[in-house]
């Protein structure tokens, strides 16, 4: 197939480049606006009881959790209670009731000045309200009312934290930070691919490839975002991946046709020539990433969904122009591809390379080899043992954010967590009676949730609870929690809420028998459900990744142990990775030099995104240089020689395209926002690793272990491969005959892809 596809894009190389640069026209006027129709949601289960009891608040009491704090601080020698700073915090209530989505204001001032809304040195109190709508509308919404009430009023100042203020300052520092990233990868980039293809016209190639994949994926997300959630997160990937994939896949695709050029072949000759061998490669490795991208699929968060949605995409249409646009640009430009070219060196001879005799070394000492590097990544990995997953909050933030400020100051000067209050809602009453005694069966669970460890006090419908005992509280208070044979009570936690200790209250509160059936909601409860729903889901998302990686590696390579072999590999690599994660983020070395906060745990989501994205770039690169060893062995050469030749024609390649995609995750370690700076550096840590420690030193020398097995499978499985399996090597001249190149080094046994080759760069 793909050599038909080879002589049908030659033959319509220029209708090819037409349908492309039209396609990316259209893309672009359609997908471009793409980032106004995701979501700044989607971490949360729907079908989780923390989700459930958010719709039963929204749907039976027309209310959920608060998601607006402000801070009024009084001025220098002044406390909450003076009258002018009193009277602006009255207006200051007003104003935030006449706006037509905010419902259930409340404050210091407006509810009888309870002890628990002001500070303990009485300089400070708070106001709460809630924005109606999804988490989208709230993060606007959030932007806005920063800009209409942080600032000074008459008697104090205001300070915007909560959810609203904490994700409106997440989502508009990670903007501000993508721009930065861009500006400081894009020339390294450009000038690194300047340096490694060695030519202006040739350094361009991959940009424009990945320029079509990107656009092509925001035009994929603009239809998905019509009919599910698609987290606006994603478009990270697709630009990081989008870039990354298409320098991998056009560095593999141009480097074999420099060598199809330096062998003698005509540009049209060449182009089939790479297709058939590099774009097989090509085509496969897309397929291994984006099958280890799609495993996300299985979880119910639309926020890793998407990036399931956008990896997919991305990956796929890199391999679609590399293997179907790349040839017709290189059909095109012919021999112009070294067109301005910059001081090129002579290239060595084959079995003198720099990579020839790393691996040439390795494999003279495998067993040693092996101990050392696997008992150091071992080493690396071991943190990863006591690993505590979190849900990010306004720790993200740098210290000097304005909602990372008022948090703090809540954290430090007040006795409850007002912002990170669970619900405890039963939608059906009718279980504990009716009239009073319902209230008193209300009463005596709120009395008893107060006493558990970590609550500092619980607001229901029949009064306000401490420790056990009633607190005496206007009507204008206990109100909002009641319902028609329902209710529900707010949970205040003395504790830090997305923490072990929040999560062991949401455990205590959800074990309390209770006199009806209840549901938890809330910022602890939400991580609790979190986690569970990602672990009950992992080893699915696993034995997808693993099965399809399986599946594929044999269909190309016909061998049972290469398959098993890199899977272990690549598990050795990622688990070392996230033991440096823990190592750094959970805690906290290189804080300080890093500049950001430890939370004592990592967000949960990271490592499974992190592990998907990481596998699907490593497999890739696996995928790069086994085609390059087996089309040696299948040449001729013994296992050595054919590990030592593969890993020459294929070391410069995977570590120039390993260091490019290396600055693009690198550049996001400059944000200020922890969780993308770990992303940044994981990724970075992760692809360096595998190109380096993996690929230069453990997979020859297993492969030198293993000798000929390494191509070995039973009887029935290789009948299987005989019919389905799709090999990397082709019997290239059986296509050429008319089309020989020139030149009598050609002979029966030596065809051109055994001369000495021109990598990229040389």
Known sequence: MLTRLAHLTV????????????????????????????????????????????????????????NVLLLVTADDGT??????????AEALVAELEAQPDIDEVASYWTLGRPPPLRSAEGDSAIVVARIEGDQSHVVERGKELREELSGPIDGGTVAMGGAAGTFADINHTIEEDLVRAELIALPITIILLLLIFRGVVASLLPLAMGALSIVGTFLVLRGLAGVTEVSIFALNLTTAMGLGLAIDYSLFMVSRYREELAAGYEPPVAVVRTVRTAGRTVAFSALTVAASLCALLVFPQAFLRSFAYAGVAVAALAGLAAVVVLPAVLAVLGHRVDALALRRREPKPVGEGVWHRVATLVMRRPLPVITVVVLVLLALGSPFRHIELGRPDDRVLPASAE???????????????????????????????TGAERDEAIAAYAAGLSQLDGVARVDAATGVYIDGAAVPVGPELTARFAGDDATWMSVVPSVEPVSPEGEALVEEIRSTDAPFEVLVA??????????DSMFSRLPLALA???????????????????????????????????????????????????DFTS??????????????????????????????IKEEHDAGHDNVSSVARGLERTGRIVTAAALLISVVFLAFATSHVSFIKLFGIGLTLAVLMDAFVIRGT?????????????????????????????????????????????????????????????????
């Open 599 to 628: 939370t004592g745990s990592i967000d949960s989501t990271m490592p499974i995104l992190m592990f998907c994205i990481a596998f699907g770039l490593s497999m890739d690169y696996e995928v790069f240089l086994l085609s390059r």
């Open 698 to 762: 453990l997979v020859p020398a297993f492969m030198r272990l293993a000798g000929e097995a390494n191509w070995w499978a039973p009887r029935w499985m290789r009948w299987i491969h005989a019919r389905v399996g799709i090999s990397e090597t082709v019997d290239l001249d059986d296509d050429d005959r008319d089309d020989p190149p020139p030149g009598p080094s050609v002979g029966p046994t030596d065809g051109p892809s055994r001369e000495e080759p021109v990598p990229v760069g040389a």
């Open 522 to 531: 809330g910022e602890p409860a939400a991580l609790v459900d979190g986690k």
């Open 403 to 433: 909602s990372r400020q008022v948090n703090d100051i809540l954290r430090e000067e007040y006795s409850s967590n007002e912002a990170g209050a669970l619900s405890v809602v039963a939608a059906d009453t009718s279980p504990a009676g």
């Open 11 to 66: 033959r319509r190389r220029v209708l090819v480049l037409v349908l492309a640069t039209v396609g990316f026209a259209l893309a672009g006027a359609v997908g471009g606006g793409v980032a106004e129709h995701l979501s700044s949601g989607g971490f949360d289960d729907p079908a989780s009881e923390s989700s459930r009891a958010e719709d039963a608040l929204a749907d039976t009491f027309g209310t959920g959790a608060p």
């Open 79 to 88: 406390d909450v209670d003076a009258p002018a700073l009193a009277a602006s």
């Open 544 to 594: 997808i990744i693993a099965g399809i990686t399986f599946v594929l590696l044999f269909l190309m390579f016909g061998s049972v142990l290469v398959p098993l072999k890199a899977l272990v590999l690549n598990l050795l690599s990622l688990t070392a990775t996230f033991g440096a994660m823990v190592w750094i983020f959970q805690d906290g070395n290189l804080s300080g030099f890093l």
